[in-house]
Structures are given as structure tokens and as C-alpha cells.
């Protein structure tokens, strides 16, 4: 797998909104699964939200209504929207393809290995209080 570049990240205020992007070439055509992970400091890294080939999507409880994820075929991009953003949303982002899946019940997938993942440099957000 060829690592995706993230990017939009910044630093806001609890309320706020982001919306960071994923170049992914080859993989926004909407035949892989494609998604979006964080990982805050000392703590494990979790899935977000993803995609499916059939254009399912399935969020964290923890960020469903707030996040929307999104693909631009035509732009070989991945989007996630972030709105109402709190202080604990603060972590690093990375996006990964044929890695995690949504499903029709509205849950993330995990696919394969962790360690199988080219994680790329990933984009900071940080939400302050």
C-alpha cells in the first residue's frame, strides 16, 4: 500500500471546525474501503469513520454527528468533516485504505494487520478548551 498524505489540521476552540484531507490516488474510486484513524498521546490509535465500496459509512460513537467523512473520486481525495469539535478530539490523524471498512450496521471494520498499514506523517489537530 502506498502511504496517503494527510493534511488540514490545525489548532481551534472547542466548538470549532476542521476538515482534513487524504490524498488517496487509486483508492477514492469507490471500489476500496478507506477511512480515517487518531491516536492521542500514550493512548492506542482508534478508527474514526470509513467507507465502504458500496458507499456505506460507519462513524466512532464517539464522533457520529459531529464528523462526516467523504470521498472526491475526481480529486482522489478523502475528507473528514469536523465539526463541534471538543478537547478530547485532540490527537493525531492518519488515514489508511483496504484497512478499515464501514459496514451496512453503521460499525468499523478492522481489515488485516496493523503493522501491514505505510501509516503516513499524519495531520495534527488539537482542540483547546
Known amino acids: 500500500q502506498v502511504p496517503l498524505v494527510e493534511s488540514g489540521g490545525g489548532s481551534v476552540q472547542s466548538g470549532g471546525s476542521l476538515r482534513l484531507s487524504c490524498a488517496a490516488s487509486g483508492y477514492t474510486d469507490g471500489s476500496h474501503c478507506i477511512g480515517w484513524f487518531r491516536q492521542a498521546p500514550g493512548e492506542e490509535r482508534e478508527g474514526v469513520a470509513a467507507i465502504d465500496s458500496d458507499g456505506n459509512t460507519s462513524y466512532a460513537d464517539s464522533v457520529k454527528g459531529r464528523f462526516t467523512i467523504s470521498q472526491d473520486n475526481a480529486k482522489n481525495t478523502l475528507y473528514l468533516q469536523m465539526n463541534s469539535l471538543k478537547p478530547e478530539d485532540t490527537a493525531m490523524y492518519y488515514c489508511?485504505?483496504?484497512?478499515?471498512?464501514?459496514?451496512?450496521?453503521?460499525?468499523?471494520?478492522?481489515?488485516?494487520?496493523?503493522?501491514?498499514?505505510?501509516w503516513g506523517q499524519g495531520t495534527q489537530v488539537t482542540v483547546s478548551s
Open positions: 489508511a485504505a483496504d484497512y478499515i471498512c464501514a459496514t451496512p450496521s453503521g460499525l468499523l471494520l478492522i481489515l488485516g494487520e496493523y503493522d501491514d498499514v505505510d
